[in-house]
């Protein structure tokens, strides 16, 4: 039997179990826990996890990390057993798989998370965060389904409101330049997804992309990481490192999370973009590069400046191209198309299968503010239809968005056709053809992904009418 032992003595702190035996990575979990106040006890096989259960410790645990590979039972089958005698504790899954059979599977033993090795501090505390959090718990915050393949193109991406057609009419005529871009969105609004889609489009599509996180970097690294270093540079620079800058020239460097950079790196990058050169430390000399800089970030980096938070120079030179993605709940009319999408794409994962969405459902979905925006619908659908036994999601396999919406969740609207496009307004009269015909084309371009000769044969119009109405209707096409 393995043994247990804790990292504090304090008893007022939240308390976490981990079942691992790989002593450098229950180190390195217990470390990333404490920031938020987590202690955490170990246990280094199932056998030794079970009993934990029944102690004293182990009735004031308030979640429990699994690394799939724990000696003693099948991961799977541990989770069962765990959730057997602990329904309501979370339970999080560590694994080096990014198999979407085994999150499934890991959920249907009643994992609440599945985290992908090696995972990032953001990463777990978020997971943790959900999982521990009454408003968020069940809803899946979590990003599950970031084990589907990225989207690479424009026509990929759903979304036919104004505000999303034009945050990527901005970003699709950016990508054909060399200019550098700031995408500004909170969590979840698909920043990475508008970057890999930037790339592909890009003249420097050849070069692969390099994403940076500056957030999930230790930040004495980040200038090394970012510039490079010669060898004896620092105390432990034993050999010659290349930074990522040099790495990627003549393609893209994308900063994600650029405000989480510390002020001297700051000053650095600014300079470097500045003179379109690079200096490794401890360098005599720079080195001439061709750069694109892509910045992301979930605060506004002009309020930042006003603020005194981030460089004013720096954020200039990145500020070419700024690309401001809006919150899902700004874009409620898009939340039947992305249902859809995501319900097809989850269809195609191995364990799973196509489903239809009831308008009961479409109608809860629509009534929710997503605050993990996105990438919380496709979790939650994804969470949703792996319980789900029949053949289309209802109202009743979102039992935690019922239950926090209460009896503010209306019933499907009246006054629209079932697809997003409202036919009367709110004295009851009918909205003006116009309107609606503007409503009908944007659905089209947004279900249709963009592709304009498709749009155009959908509605029985050619394309050189579609594009007369782009223009008449004020319409911008991104695609």
Same mark, same amino acid.
């Given at each position: 039997?393995?043994?247990?032992?804790?990292?504090?003595?304090?008893?007022? #702190?939240?308390?976490?179990?981990?079942?691992?035996?790989?002593?450098?990575?229950? +180190?390195?979990?217990?470390?990333?826990?404490?920031?938020?106040? &987590? +202690?955490?006890?170990? @246990?280094? $096989?199932?056998?030794?996890?079970? !009993?934990?259960?029944?102690?004293? %410790?182990?009735?004031?645990?308030? @979640?429990?990390?699994?690394?799939? &590979?724990?000696?003693?039972?099948?991961?799977? *089958?541990?989770?069962?057993?765990?959730?057997?005698?602990?329904?309501?504790?979370?339970?999080?899954?560590?694994?080096?798989?990014?198999?979407?059979?085994? @999150?499934?599977?890991?959920? +249907?033993?009643?994992?609440?998370?599945?985290?992908?090795?090696?995972?990032?501090?953001?990463?777990?505390?978020?997971?943790?965060?959900?999982?521990?959090?009454?408003?968020?718990?069940?809803?899946?915050?979590?990003?599950?389904?970031?084990?589907?393949?990225?989207?690479?193109?424009?026509?990929?991406?759903?979304?036919?409101?104004?505000?999303?057609?034009?945050?990527?009419?901005?970003?699709?005529? @950016?990508?054909?330049?060399?200019?550098?871009?700031?995408?500004?969105?909170?969590?979840?609004?698909?920043?990475?997804?508008?970057?890999?889609?930037?790339?592909?489009?890009?003249?420097?599509?050849?070069?692969?992309?390099?994403?940076?996180?500056?957030?999930?970097?230790? *930040?004495?690294?980040?200038?090394?990481?970012?510039?490079?270093?010669?060898?004896?540079?620092?105390?432990?620079?034993?050999?010659?490192? /290349?930074? !990522?800058? %040099?790495?990627?020239?003549?393609?893209?460097?994308?900063?994600?999370?650029?405000? +989480?950079?510390?002020?001297?790196?700051?000053?650095?990058? !600014?300079?470097?973009? !500045?003179?379109?050169?690079?200096?490794?430390?401890?360098?005599?000399?720079?080195?001439?590069?061709?750069?694109?800089?892509?910045?992301?970030?979930?605060?506004?980096?002009?309020?930042?400046?006003?603020?005194?938070?981030?460089?004013?120079?720096?954020?200039?030179?990145?500020?070419?191209?700024?690309?401001?993605?809006?919150?899902?709940?700004?874009?409620?009319?898009?939340?039947?198309?992305?249902?859809?999408?995501?319900?097809?794409?989850?269809?195609? %994962?191995?364990?799973?299968?196509?489903?239809?969405?009831?308008?009961?459902?479409? #109608?809860?979905?629509?009534?929710?503010? &997503?605050?993990?925006? /996105?990438?919380?619908?496709?979790?939650?659908?994804?969470?949703?239809?792996?319980?789900?036994?029949? $053949?289309?999601?209802?109202?009743? $396999?979102?039992?935690?968005?019922?239950?926090?919406?209460?009896?503010?969740?209306?019933?499907?609207?009246?006054?629209?056709?079932?697809?997003?496009?409202?036919?009367?307004?709110?004295?009851?009269?009918?909205?003006?053809?116009?309107?609606?015909?503007? $409503?009908?084309?944007?659905?089209?371009?947004?279900?249709?992904?963009?592709?304009?000769?498709?749009?155009?044969?959908?509605?029985?119009?050619?394309? #050189?009418?579609?594009?007369?109405?782009?223009?008449?209707?004020?319409?911008?096409?991104?695609?």
């Amino acid at each position: 039997m393995g043994e247990l032992t804790e990292t504090t003595a304090e008893v007022d #702190s939240r308390l976490l179990m981990l079942i691992d035996d790989e002593p450098a990575q229950c +180190r390195l979990i217990a470390s990333l826990a404490a920031r938020e106040g &987590w +202690r955490t006890i170990f @246990a280094r $096989d199932s056998e030794t996890a079970i !009993a934990m259960l029944g102690t004293r %410790q182990g009735m004031r645990l308030d @979640a429990i990390i699994l690394d799939q &590979w724990v000696p003693g039972d099948e991961a799977c *089958a541990l989770i069962a057993e765990l959730k057997s005698r602990r329904p309501a504790l979370p339970i999080l899954m560590l694994t080096t798989s990014g198999s979407p059979l085994l @999150a499934v599977e890991a959920m +249907r033993a009643g994992a609440t998370d599945y985290l992908v090795k090696p995972v990032s501090s953001d990463r777990l505390l978020q997971a943790l965060r959900a999982a521990t959090t009454r408003e968020s718990q069940g809803i899946g915050l979590q990003p599950l389904t970031e084990k589907f393949g990225a989207t690479l193109d424009f026509e990929s991406m759903i979304g036919a409101t104004p505000g999303f057609r034009a945050a990527l009419a901005v970003a699709a005529k @950016a990508a054909r330049t060399h200019s550098h871009v700031t995408i500004e969105g909170e969590n979840g609004t698909g920043k990475e997804m508008l970057v890999r889609a930037m790339h592909a489009a890009s003249p420097r599509n050849k070069i692969p992309l390099r994403i940076i996180n500056a957030a999930g970097t230790p *930040a004495n690294l980040l200038e090394s990481v970012l510039f490079g270093h010669e060898k004896g540079a620092f105390p432990g620079a034993f050999d010659r490192h /290349v930074g !990522a800058i %040099q790495q990627v020239d003549g393609g893209t460097l994308v900063i994600d999370e650029i405000d +989480r950079l510390p002020a001297r790196v700051q000053e650095r990058l !600014a300079l470097a973009i !500045a003179r379109g050169d690079v200096q490794p430390i401890g360098a005599r000399h720079s080195f001439r590069v061709d750069v694109r800089y892509i910045a992301a970030t979930n605060t506004p980096l002009a309020t930042l400046v006003e603020e005194g938070l981030f460089r004013a120079d720096l954020h200039q030179a990145l500020a070419a191209v700024q690309v401001r993605l809006p919150a899902l709940r700004q874009r409620v009319g898009d939340i039947t198309a992305l249902t859809r999408h995501f319900l097809a794409r989850i269809g195609e %994962q191995p364990g799973l299968r196509a489903l239809g969405v009831t308008d009961g459902a479409l #109608s809860l979905l629509s009534s929710y503010d &997503w605050p993990g925006n /996105v990438r919380q619908l496709q979790a939650v659908l994804f969470r949703a239809a792996v319980f789900c036994e029949g $053949d289309a999601l209802t109202a009743q $396999d979102f039992p935690n968005l019922s239950t926090m919406l209460g009896e503010t969740a209306p019933p499907p609207p009246s006054n629209s056709d079932g697809a997003g496009v409202v036919l009367y307004t709110s004295d009851g009269n009918l909205r003006p053809l116009e309107d609606i015909e503007a $409503d009908v084309i944007r659905l089209a371009i947004g279900h249709y992904r963009g592709r304009m000769t498709e749009v155009a044969r959908r509605l029985g119009i050619g394309r #050189s009418t579609l594009y007369r109405k782009l223009t008449e209707l004020g319409i911008d096409n991104a695609a």
